[in-house]
């Protein structure tokens, strides 16, 4: 097997586990806790996810380009991350306990918040960190270190969700699951490359490497509001009960969606590290697409065909949408999967203002068409709508690829 190829395997176990770790979640947390409590629930998180991400300000993937095209300074790349990231999430913090203090919330309601905003920032510390075993080729290590973080979260949450079906104690089981994942993270890749000083710097370095990351923040933000912003609009304008049941084919076709992370997990550093040698990519790149179409295809078929008889199944009848919903879905998957190759492609080619371009141009379709059309057609519109953003986003994509092929077939 090749070394792409057992990276690939290594990832797909990753991967996997991670899927895993999210069905638990699915199964036993929408069952126990029922459409509108797990409603609740989810909303709080995507809302976390949402501060998360601005915490991220676009590291996970500026790590990934860099560290591969200089694996020998995979330490000092990745505690520059985190120096940025610890003052981001301080503030960010700050901002989001005032907004919680100023709603009207009840006590139990207002920790249970906490505890699940908190669980996410640790999550996603622990992605930043183990960004740097793809980085450096240690594909085999995040995936021992992913199956690890499955299993634990599925010995916490799963019990936690059927002996005490209640938000609150479900928060703290994710909280602690998610706490113990981020501190195995830390300690495993501290000991496979040297830290510099990644609690704080000094202002001016700080300022310099926030300022250099400015682009693939915006990428960052842009690519989790495009998937976390239809949750928030569902849940205000079709209530609690219709957002826990759009949010399990939301987050199914999420899962399914998570095989191109894993390509471009592969694919990101490889043709960084072509470019940064000066050389053209262009053979890799046509492989790559070719992959993600093939994935695309595979499981946006598999989704809208098997979700519709599997979903009552699984969780209830209580949770069931139209068949529409599920094929609009499907539709979805297939074309996330071809704009992500091309999004990789732009990612390795420094050409993240155009992914900027291309994502906002879908946040804005999918921020003003959810208002207009969730109200007259109902929970529908919703996939439709990111249909749509996508197909505007892939249409950016490919005149920006075109754009930056062009020097260098004009010169060959």
Request: proline content about 4%; hydrophobic content about 60%; glycine content about 8%.
């Amino acid at each position: 097997m090749s070394n792409m190829g057992r990276q690939k395997v290594y990832l797909a176990i990753s991967l996997a586990s991670r899927v895993g770790a999210g069905v638990v979640m699915l199964l036993f947390l929408a069952r126990a806790l029922g459409p509108t409590d797990y409603g609740f629930v989810v909303t709080v998180l995507a809302y976390s996810q949402l501060i998360a991400m601005l915490t991220d300000f676009g590291f996970g993937v500026q790590a990934l380009r860099d560290i591969g095209a200089e694996p020998h300074r995979a330490g000092a790349i990745i505690s520059a991350c985190l120096r940025v990231k610890n003052i981001l999430v301080a503030m960010a913090s700050v901002l989001a306990l005032t907004a919680l203090l100023v709603l009207p919330l009840r006590p139990e309601t207002m920790l249970a918040c906490v505890l699940l905003y908190a669980s996410i920032i640790c999550l996603s510390y622990a992605d930043l960190v183990l960004v740097t075993f793809r980085g450096i080729g240690g594909y085999g290590q995040e995936a021992y270190i992913a199956v690890a973080g499955a299993l634990l979260f599925a010995i916490v949450v799963g019990p936690t969700a059927v002996l005490v079906p209640q938000i609150l104690p479900v928060s703290l089981a994710l909280l602690l699951a998610r706490l113990t994942y981020m501190a195995i993270a830390l300690v495993c890749v501290s000991r496979n490359v040297k830290f510099e000083n990644p609690v704080l710097g000094p202002a001016g370095e700080v300022w310099s490497f926030t300022k250099k990351s400015v682009g693939l923040a915006l990428d960052a933000i842009l690519t989790t509001l495009s998937t976390q912003v239809d949750i928030i609009f569902v849940s205000a304008l079709l209530g609690l009960e219709a957002v826990g049941i759009y949010q399990i084919a939301s987050r199914i076709a999420g899962y399914l969606l998570l095989p191109a992370q894993v390509f471009a997990g592969v694919y990101i550093p490889s043709l960084s590290a072509q470019h940064h040698a000066g050389q053209s990519g262009h053979d890799l790149e046509r492989r790559m697409e070719l992959e993600f179409l093939v994935l695309g295809l595979l499981f946006g078929v598999l989704f809208a065909v098997v979700m519709p008889l599997l979903a009552p199944v699984a969780f209830g009848q209580e949770f069931s949408a139209p068949f529409e919903v599920w094929a609009a879905f499907g539709v979805f998957v297939a074309l996330r999967f071809v704009a992500a190759s091309f999004g990789v492609a732009l990612v390795a080619r420094r050409g993240v203002r155009f992914r900027v371009l291309g994502q906002g141009l879908g946040v804005l379709i999918v921020a003003v068409g959810l208002p207009l059309f969730l109200p007259a057609f109902g929970l529908i519109a919703a996939p439709i709508t990111l249909v749509g953003a996508t197909l505007a986003t892939m249409v950016v994509y490919i005149i920006a690829l075109r754009t930056l092929r062009r020097p260098l077939v004009d010169g060959a």
